[in-house]
């Protein structure tokens, strides 16, 4: 991979299964049922420790985070470059 491919954030190779219409949208119907249940789940949890200052907080919002990402990942074919 060159350079400016590596910059650009193109992927090496697109996964068989993300050539596949109807289960890149199942995919996407998953990750948006996820998102709707698990979110208000990470805000309750946030909310019940919302006594903590900051730094204590920060935990809790990087999980929301790295989940949210991690199902990016796994179910819609996307990544963080």
């Known amino acids: 991979m060159s350079d400016k ?3 650009s954030g193109t992927p090496h190779e697109v996964p068989r299964w993300r050539r596949i ?3 890149q949208w199942l995919g996407s ?8 249940l698990l979110s208000p789940v990470w805000g309750a949890v946030i909310t019940l ?3 903590l200052p900051f730094r204590g907080l920060y935990p809790f919002a990087r999980g929301w985070a790295g989940s949210n990402l991690w199902l990016a990942k796994n179910l819609c074919g996307l990544d963080w470059v």
């Not at 119907?29 to 709707?36: E, H, R, Y």
């Open 29 to 36: 119907v998953t990750f948006t049922a996820l998102q709707f």
């Open 21 to 23: 219409a109807p289960l």
């Open 49 to 51: 420790f919302g006594w």
């Open 5 to 7: 491919e590596h910059l």
